[in-house]
């Protein structure tokens, strides 16, 4: 394999690195960590062939994963095919890339896939999105996602009762939350002690 010296820019034209060595997948490799990381498309190059440049775009954290369950593996083998989604009893799950690919790679049949990446509406529906818990006080948490929101109001108030219609997973400005459900009874929001919002 033809090892080259690699430029990498990002969608503005400005330089990330050069003097990269490695061959061509291996470039490519690396230009899609660039670009799954700053979320942009990134411009690569072999330095010692002019300008002859490739581009990769940015891929989606979560994807969509298809794998069938352990208790449907047997008959579809006895059957000798697996049938189509949804009638074969498939699954189709959110799931983070990485975990996703492992999954796939270490499926014993090989029927496990990425069907595509994740919509917006796929990681709104699953809570999969970055928040910001906003407490009566003042005072601000980050959160990775909705769960771990939660977890962070619960962590300070065990009885908390939290989420509402209208609430953020039904795509609401915000998630109220209460001490406990009898404050949340008949409460716009007087009452609550914090609120999740979308980072």
């Known amino acids: 394999m033809t090892m080259d010296n690699w430029a990498f820019a990002d969608g503005q034209g400005n330089e990330i690195t050069r003097g990269w060595q490695g061959t061509e997948d291996q470039a490519h490799a690396l230009a899609q960590k660039f670009a799954n990381k700053r979320n942009d498309v990134i411009e690569y190059w072999p330095e010692d062939a002019g300008h002859d440049s490739r581009t990769v775009e940015p891929q989606s954290r ?11 593996r047997e008959s579809h083998k006895a059957a000798g095919n697996w049938g189509r989604y949804p009638a074969n009893g498939a699954v189709r799950e959110c799931m983070a890339r990485a975990d996703a690919e492992i999954a796939v790679a270490t499926d014993p049949d090989g029927y496990a896939r990425i069907v595509r990446d994740a919509t917006d509406a796929d990681l709104r529906s699953r809570g999969l999105f970055a928040c910001v818990v906003r407490w009566s006080n003042g005072h601000e948490e980050s959160a990775d996602n909705y769960e771990e929101a939660k977890d962070l109001v619960r962590a300070q108030r065990p ?14 400005e915000r998630t109220l939350c209460w001490a406990n459900a009898e404050d949340a009874e008949d409460d716009d929001g ?3 002690v914090a609120s999740i919002y979308e980072a």
């Open 62 to 72: 979560y994807v969509i994963i298809e794998t069938m369950p352990e208790h449907l």
């Open 159 to 172: 009885d908390a009762a939290i989420g509402h219609d209208g609430d953020l997973t039904e795509g609401g």
């Open 190 to 192: 007087a009452r609550a």
